[in-house]
């Protein structure tokens, strides 16, 4: 909540031109920041990304915490049952840590190539259902970021 609170205090700071970038962003994120904050915060990816946004955007701040909150009890139930299997399937901790660096590699890569612009873009758009709709006609390779690593900027 230090992260809001600064990206907050940030937007009196902020040139005319950026407050009206961040007050278009916030018109899209403005049903989905609760959603938004719930993504990164359950990925293991920094959440001030979306968090110092959400501030200056004044985004209410409860909903933001719900979202961070929400994702972060998936995130460490996730961990430790996923860290429980690994260990159930095999006696020997070399296994383990090896299936647990591989699980860990392919995630990173998922959620690296996984093009979230795009998914907010729909959801703003068309909704859940359009969302929904999208994955049942075209599958979930559109939502993926071509290119691999290379950077958008």
């Known amino acids: 909540m230090v992260s809001y609170t600064l990206g907050r205090g940030a937007r009196t700071l902020m ?21 938004a904050a719930f993504l990164f915060s359950v990925t293991p990816s920094p959440d001030d ?16 915490f ?3 909150a929400a994702g972060k009890i998936v995130l460490s139930t ?9 260990a159930m399937i095999s ?4 296994t383990e840590l090896v299936a647990s660096v591989i699980l860990f590699i392919v995630i990173m ?6 093009d979230w612009e795009k998914v907010l873009e729909i959801l703003t758009e068309r909704g859940w259902r359009g969302l929904l709709n999208e994955v049942r006609m075209r599958g979930l390779t559109p939502l993926f ?3 691999g690593l290379k950077s958008d900027r």
């Open 15 to 35: 040139s005319k031109e950026k407050a009206e970038r961040y007050e278009r962003l916030g018109k899209m994120l403005k049903n989905y920041g609760a959603l």
């Open 49 to 64: 990304v979306i968090v110092i946004p959400l501030g200056l955007m004044k985004y209410d701040a409860l909903k933001l």
């Open 66 to 68: 719900l979202g961070l």
């Open 78 to 86: 996730a961990t430790a049952y996923t860290g429980s299997i690994v």
């Open 91 to 94: 006696s020997n901790i070399l």
């Open 109 to 114: 890569l998922l959620l690296i190539h996984f």
């Open 145 to 147: 970021r071509s290119g």
